[in-house]
């Protein structure tokens, strides 16, 4: 599965190599718990990569469609990356880390739901867990970008 960035345009997953740390972003354009915590996880972003990009995100949507996931993305997100609206593998991701909006649950099948959204969870390079629910979104809350050094 490729990648997108906010113009659509598809990106290779190879470009994930090079951060010490993926940051997959459930999140949603019509959830109101969302708002004030996308605008934290943007600026988060830039300033933890302000001298050497060490952090990525990407972008795990329940947006109704496309369109709304990239002006979502366009408007209120930080340079990152998303798998488009509809991928099998956004669905995917949603059913491994049990992370997806009420909403969704019915899609879902027996997946039980563990966190809804937004929830962040932080992964090393090379995939194994650093933190999952609440806790990646309120160290940032709480510490800035020095919680990136923390996980």
């Known amino acids: 599965t490729e990648l997108i960035n906010s113009s ?3 990106i290779s997953p190879e470009v ?3 951060f010490e740390k993926i940051g997959l972003y459930f999140s949603s354009n019509w959830c109101p718990d969302c708002k004030p915590f996308t605008p934290m996880l ?3 972003y830039d300033e933890v990569n302000e001298d050497v990009e060490r952090f990525e995100v990407i972008y795990i949507s329940s947006d109704e469609d496309e369109t709304a996931q990239l002006k979502y993305m366009k408007e209120k997100h930080g340079e990152w990356f998303a798998l488009p609206v509809g991928d099998a593998m956004t669905k995917d991701f949603k059913k491994k880390f049990q992370t997806f909006a009420g ?3 019915a899609e879902m099948g027996d997946t039980p739901r563990k966190n809804g959204i937004p929830t962040l969870i932080v992964l090393n390079s090379d995939g194994s867990m650093v933190c999952d629910g609440d806790v990646a979104g309120n160290a940032i809350k709480k510490m800035g970008p020095k919680a990136f050094d923390s996980w």
């Open 103 to 105: 909403k969704e649950q």
């Open 8 to 10: 659509g345009e598809k």
């Open 42 to 44: 943007a600026q988060f």
């Open 16 to 18: 994930l190599l090079k």
